[in-house]
């Protein structure tokens, strides 16, 4: 990934993202090929890449609520609010990540969406989502945010692949990502160890070239 921060930092720019149309674009003067700091603008939410000050006791506390982390890695260790924001600032830091915050429309936190690692070798990104606000689930916000980021990470960081896994019981999940046009390629068995039973990890992607999807 070619720089995309501190040599840049003079030059931030926002890169809007509404559905497929970029209205915006990025004026680093050293090559970058990543935003310094983007906002992707989907029918419903805002997403806006954080910073260790967006870090609240909500947040927190979605990463130790064990509904909402049944099928996350969080589940392993209590988050404290130093860790989540070291965790931020360390996501703010890498060339080859963007940690998004999902924001409705009346400016409410509700979950964050993350792109990385990118590798611009093989052009391909993974992806992660955690809607954390339970108000929100159910409601197409999974989707929507997932179908806004590969635009985004198709048309301005010009990737061609997109990755993601989820446990295979995770059925919003799996459902959300295929709604946002990813498809389902392997199944890895018996990967996670989760409600003393054995899960399998599902692997989905999406490529630049195929249709968009329902999301956007
Ligand atoms: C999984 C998650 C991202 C789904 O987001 P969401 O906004 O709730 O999902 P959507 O509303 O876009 O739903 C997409 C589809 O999945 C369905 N769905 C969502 N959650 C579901 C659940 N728990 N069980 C069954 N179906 C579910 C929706 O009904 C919808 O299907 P439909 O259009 O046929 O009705 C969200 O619930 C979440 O972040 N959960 C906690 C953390 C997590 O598991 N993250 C994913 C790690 S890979």
Not at 86 to 100: A, K, N, P, S, Y
Not at 125 to 152: D, M, Q, T, V
Request: charged share 25%.
């Amino acid at each position: 990934m070619p720089s995309r921060l501190a040599p840049c930092s003079s030059s931030r720019t926002t890169i809007f993202a509404r559905s497929n149309t970029i209205c915006g674009t990025r004026s680093c003067r050293s090559g970058c090929s990543m935003p310094m700091q983007s906002i992707i603008e989907t029918a419903r939410l805002r997403l806006r890449e954080l910073e260790p000050d967006d870090v609240t006791d909500a947040y927190v506390s979605w990463l130790n609520d064990p509904e909402i982390n049944r099928f996350l890695e969080s589940r392993f260790a209590e988050n404290t609010m130093d860790d989540v924001r070291r965790f931020v600032g360390q996501c703010r830091g890498r060339e080859d990540t963007q940690l998004f915050g999902l924001f409705a429309e009346d400016g409410q936190h509700i979950g964050n969406i993350k792109i990385g690692p990118i590798s611009t070798h093989h052009k391909r990104g993974e992806i992660g989502i955690l809607i954390g606000e339970k108000s929100a689930w159910g409601k197409g916000f999974g989707r929507e945010a997932i179908a806004g980021l590969a635009n985004y990470a198709f048309q301005d960081l010009k990737l061609a692949k997109l990755t993601a896994g989820c446990y295979a019981r995770n059925v919003g999940s799996r459902k959300a990502f295929r709604q946002a046009g990813f498809e389902e390629k392997a199944i890895r068995p018996a990967h996670f160890w989760c409600d003393d039973h054995w899960d399998d990890l599902v692997l989905m992607d999406r490529f630049a070239s195929q249709s968009t999807g329902s999301g956007e």
